[in-house]
Structure formats: C-alpha cells, structure tokens
C-alpha cells in the first residue's frame, strides 16, 4: 500500500503507474455508469479522487452503496489530469471494502459546527478541521524540540506526581489511594496524610519549573515538554484542566534573555508550519480565520512589542479616559484580565507584546524582586486573539531574598528546601518561562476554543474518555 502523500508528492513519476492505497470514504457520487469515490487516508490533508467505471469494476454496485465513513483499498492507475482542479486521480480497477459504515454515520457533508464535533470526540478527528489542527500540533510540537535541540538544551521530563505546588496558588488536583469516604484520621480529627501512598498529599503538577531549575543548575540549558494539571474553576475558551506546557530554564540568564529566547522560540514554530503545512493553513484561513496567514506572516516578520506592567496599566488608564469600556476596573495592581491583554495586543501595540515587571502581589513566589521592592521580574507574552500564551520570569536566585518571600506568604518552609538550596550551592541568575502549548496550536490554527486544539480535552464538567 502507498500513502496518499506518496502520490501528491510524487505524482508525475507516478502517471500510468498501477497503485494500492487504503483509506476513509469522504463521499461517494454514484453517475449510473461510472462514478467517483473521495478517499483520505490521513497522511496529508488531501483527499484522493478514485474513478470507477461499470464496465471494468466487477464490484461497481456494491462499492457505490458504500456509506460515507466506510474503508476501502483501492488498485488503480494513476492518471494525470493537468486539466482538473486535482493533478491526478486513480482509475480503479479493484476496490475491497474493508470496514462498512452506516448511514447514520455522523460526518455528513454539511460542514459540522465544532460544538457538536464536541459530542463526537471519536469521530472527530476524520473532520478537514481536525486533521488541519492536529497536523499542525504535530509539525509544531517536533519545530519546539528542534529548536531547543538546536540550541544545546537539554531535554528534561520532570515528574507529573509531586509533593510540592511549583506555582503556590492552589490549584491542584490530589492524588491519593486513600478511602476518602473513610479516610484515616489524626488524633485532632484532620486527615492523616502520613498513612497515604507518599506518606505525605500529592497531587498532579501544575508546572515541571522547580525541577527544571534543579537541572538547569547542572546542564546550564534545559526544557521539559509535559502535560500538566490545574483545578482552576475557569470555563473560559482558554482554560483547560490537563494542558501541555514547555518550559525551558536557563542559567546565566536574565528577564531580557527570557524575552529574545521566547522571541526566537515563536518566529521559529510560525515559520515552520508556514513552511510545512501550507494545505493546512490554506484551509484554516478561508473557513476559520481570514486574518490567519497575513497575521503570521507579519509576527514572523516583525519585533515584539515590549512594556512594563506601570506603563500598560498608564495605556489602559487612558483607554479609559478616551471612553473605552472595560469589564473590571483598571488600577495599579490588578492582574490583567483578558479584555485588558488583548486591548494591550490588539489595539494598542498591533502585534505580540511582552509585558514586564508586574507588582509583587499578583506573581509566583520564584520571581525575582526588583529594586523598587514593588515589582518582580516576570514577563507576559500576550498575542492578538489569545491574550497570554507565555508565562515567565528571572529567578530569585539570592537566598535572603527568596526565604524572606516564602515566609512573609506563609509558605510551608520545609516543601521548598531543595528549592533554597540550589542558592546555597553556587547560585546564579537564572530565567524561564511556560508556554502553553494548545494556547500556541490556537494562535497557530486560528481556531478561538481551547476544546478544539486538544484531543480529548479536560475542563470544568466535562472528561470524555
Ligand atoms: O503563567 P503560568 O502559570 O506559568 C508557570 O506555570 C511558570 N511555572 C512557567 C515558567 O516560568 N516555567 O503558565 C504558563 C502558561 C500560560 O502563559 C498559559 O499559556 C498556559 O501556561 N496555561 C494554560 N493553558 C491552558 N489552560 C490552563 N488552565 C492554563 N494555565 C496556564
Ligand atoms: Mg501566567
């Protein structure tokens, strides 16, 4: 059997060939004495014209009454046809079927919103949309870990059970073998977490960042690439409770090195699928997104817009004034809330923005505190259309500093030992950042819901499969 792709790529060496290819019913038009069978294997997002004809097809009657959904394994020639709107087809001379389908199969023509698609999770990926963003989560996926690769980083799978909250907010889901009906108890009646599997509460990480820094202590440069978890009650279309994070970590690094890291990161996974899923992306920006190809093309092409959090705060104050509405009120130490990001992205700067050195209060414990003893050293990126897809900071890496944080948060000291002591032991300034990589498959596909960039996505309410 030859995939599909085989054939668009090498069609001309191909023409008068005999093939065998094996794929998907996509529809079938039955002409009484001939008709054509669309077929895709998935190997590329084109789809395969197949021509049978009565008088050489043994089979023709029963191929016809085929159901969309069905599959097929096709021996034919492969004809040029410089002439149609597709460069070849295959003249059938067998087809077999493989696998029936029925006629309630639920991919019918008419083009299906993605909010039923939601309620075929099985089937969904056999959709042009699907295959588009799935492919291009791929190209994207392998174009991250060269780029790294490239670079000499190191590539780190931090664990997905851990006993430490990496981002202190909270938001984590337990893991535990305890009866939690029953659960054992300690004298003064609270759980007793010392008779759990670990001996102690675990959970699902929320972020690999605290051992990535364990590593890159030691290798210099480094980057996970790993699913991690967030109980957040957030049903927004960019939330979801099982995602897919990379965070690269590096020593010897600065806020400013974060930013031109994540830069290159992004211009570099634009560029690749531009170069590499052309059909793809064609599709998305005539059915799903018409600004998509142009916006990529520009962000590949242009410099990242950069300000600190005071000045964004100052646009959006003004935004105010000039008689722009926002939901939540703007003032000198709110998070920004997704309205305020993309006015930031859309409107104001027209392209992605890193906003920096964001008040103390509303970041992580890690982040280095700057000399104005208000603000840390975290950057966001924001993007047109998301808001922020990039989390990051330079570490504190000075011991007196961080103990001091962890204590006036009142952290648990003893979950964050290993953590002071990488500034015990040859600290350096070190920075990272967390991208969210469906964040990124949304920006790359244009498509505006978190649910249709994952496989099987998890979010509030809902865990199908
Ligand atoms: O900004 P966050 O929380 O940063 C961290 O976790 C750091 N430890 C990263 C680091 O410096 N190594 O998350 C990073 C990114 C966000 O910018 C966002 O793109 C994504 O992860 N993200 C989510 N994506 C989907 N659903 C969620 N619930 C997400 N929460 C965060
Ligand atoms: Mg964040």
Redesign the pocket.
């Given at each position: 059997r030859t995939h599909i792709a085989q054939l668009f790529a090498n069609s001309q060496e191909l023409g008068g060939q005999t093939v065998t290819v094996a794929g998907w019913v996509r529809s079938i038009r039955n002409m009484k004495n001939f008709g054509f069978v669309i077929l895709n294997d998935g190997s590329c997002f084109n789809d395969l014209q197949v021509v049978m004809n009565r008088e050489t097809l043994a089979n023709y009657d029963e191929i016809a009454s085929q159901n969309t959904g069905a599959s097929l394994k096709v021996t034919g020639t492969l004809k040029l046809t410089p002439e149609a709107k597709q460069p070849f087809e295959i003249a059938a001379e067998s087809i077999e079927v493989l696998g029936k389908s029925t006629p309630d199969y639920p991919l019918q023509k008419k083009r299906a919103t993605p909010e039923f698609l939601r309620t075929i999770q099985h089937i969904r990926p056999r959709t042009n949309l699907f295959r588009a963003v799935f492919r291009i989560r791929s190209v994207a996926a392998m174009a991250i870990h060269e780029f790294f690769q490239s670079r000499g980083f190191v590539y780190v799978n931090t664990p997905i059970i851990t006993t430490s909250d990496?981002?202190g907010?909270g938001e984590m889901f337990r893991v535990t073998t305890l009866d939690m009906a029953n659960p054992p108890l300690t004298e003064d009646g609270a759980i007793d977490w010392s008779k759990d599997f670990f001996g102690k509460p675990a959970s699902l990480t929320?972020?690999?960042?605290l051992n990535?820094e364990n590593f890159a202590m030691a290798f210099g440069d480094v980057y996970t690439f790993g699913p991690?978890f967030?109980a957040?009650d957030?049903n927004t279309k960019?939330?979801?409770?099982e995602?897919w994070?990379i965070?690269?970590?590096m020593a010897f690094a600065d806020l400013e090195d974060d930013m031109e890291m994540a830069e290159a990161m992004l211009k570099y996974v634009i560029n690749t699928v531009l170069e590499k899923c052309p059909d793809e992306l064609n599709m998305l920006n005539r059915f799903v997104d018409k600004g998509l190809l142009e916006r990529l093309h520009h962000v590949a092409s242009s410099d990242f817009a950069r300000v600190t959090y005071t000045d964004a705060i100052k646009i959006l104050e003004k935004a105010v004034e000039d008689g722009h509405k926002f939901e939540y009120p703007v003032k000198w130490g709110i998070d920004l809330q997704t309205e305020h990001e993309r006015y930031l992205t859309e409107q104001h700067f027209g392209r992605p923005t890193f906003v920096t050195d964001y008040p103390a209060g509303i970041k992580?414990f890690y982040m280095r505190m700057n000399e104005d003893g208000k603000t840390v050293a975290a950057v966001?990126?924001l993007v047109p259309g998301i808001g922020?897809?990039?989390?990051?900071?330079q570490r504190e890496e000075r011991l007196d500093v961080l103990e001091e944080r962890i204590d006036q948060l009142g952290m648990d000291k003893d979950q964050y030992r290993y953590y002071c002591d990488l500034r015990r032991y040859g600290t350096v300034e070190h920075a990272?950042?967390?991208?969210?990589f469906?964040?990124?498959v949304m920006y790359l596909t244009g498509v505006d819901n978190?649910r249709d960039v994952l496989p099987h996505p998890r979010t509030v309410g809902h865990a199908e499969f």
């Open positions: 990496a981002e907010a929320v972020s690999g960042q990535a991690t967030r957040e957030s960019r939330h979801a409770a995602f994070m965070e690269p970590e992580a966001d990126c922020e897809i990039i989390g990051g900071s990272g950042f967390g991208l969210g469906e964040r990124l978190i």
